[in-house]
């Protein structure tokens, strides 16, 4: 630093405290040193901040009402420079977002990471890992066509469902008896404001919670080696976690240039011939509801309330399930087995979907 700039920094520095932030920062030792295997979590930080970046952009021109929504993201698509590019790689962001979070749970899950003392950083994850599928539930609706029109209409009556306050959820998100003027609004605010500013905050509290218990590093905890092998974030697991980031940065382009977001005719409440498909990430729910099992009234309630809510329950409460402090993956047979066996359940349903739907 030549001298002018040293002397701005000492000044900021003497009243804003940046080189121990910096300290604090970067200087957080990890036992067993940096891997690529924790780059997840920074990779979710990443996506998080490109989708508010995208997203603000976005609203400069969107317009979120039933009238003009669909005519705004037109506009955006067809009249605003790189603007297709733009809504894209937010539309695309938000599908690699809930990639990263499913790998991100798996990879902490497989090391036992979720133990004493990380518990608490699991369960304001598994919060996490909620809004994040709402934000995607939520931005699906925006644009205001027929896929995300009925989508979301499909998707409010399956939270219709729920016994005792299905009515209340299917009212408050709806904002009168059908989707509407009401419920493009009520979105919006979700979409836009109370979910992103959770996130903020919960993620906040992940971090701060994981500094505080410490990196639980590899599985293997033998504490002389892994003492021996200790290393600070700064550099190693910071250029590791930029890598990653460059990586799914340039896969979320390739996504948003090939696969750009199209519209289909604007929303009518009349479905025609036209038959609902949610986002991807929900296929699997839909097919499960298809199925016989699931078809009768009180199916319908198991297959999209009781399953769902026993998952989530299930998934706050794994901290406090496998307590035995054994961390290494091939000694938690019974834990690991039923982790793989709830991703390729989601899997095979999502994939029997497609091949029904392609013959
Ligand atoms: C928006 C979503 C999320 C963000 C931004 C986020 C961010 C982070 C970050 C930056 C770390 C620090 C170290 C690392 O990257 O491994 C971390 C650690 C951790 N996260 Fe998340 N996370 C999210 C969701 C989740 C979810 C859904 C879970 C589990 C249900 C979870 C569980 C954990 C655990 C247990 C650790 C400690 C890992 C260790 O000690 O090695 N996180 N998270």
Redesign the pocket.
Known sequence: MNGVAKQIYDWFDERAGLTELGHKMLNEPMPGGSRYT?????I??YI?MMQLVTGILLMFYYAPTADHAYESTQYIIHNVEYGWFILSFHFWGSSV?VVM?VM??S???L?G??KKP?EL??V???I??T??VAMGFTGYLLPWDQRSFWATTVGIEIADKTPLIGDFIGQFLRGGPTTGAHTINRFFVLHVMILPLS?MGL?TL??YL?RK?????PYKRDHKELTKTSEYFFPRQVYKDSVAIGIVFLITCALAFYEPVELLGEATPEPGDYNPVPEWYFLFLFQLLRYETFSGEWGQIVGSIVIPVAFMVW?IAIPFIFRNPERRPWKRKFGIMTWAIILLAVAYLTYDYSITEIH
């Open positions: 924790y780059v997840f979590g920074s979710l930080v998080f977002m979070v991100h749970m990879q902490v899950f090391w990471a979720y990380s950083v699991w304001v994850g598994t996490l890992f809004l994040v996130i993620a992940h971090i994981f218990a410490g990196p639980a590093g998934l």
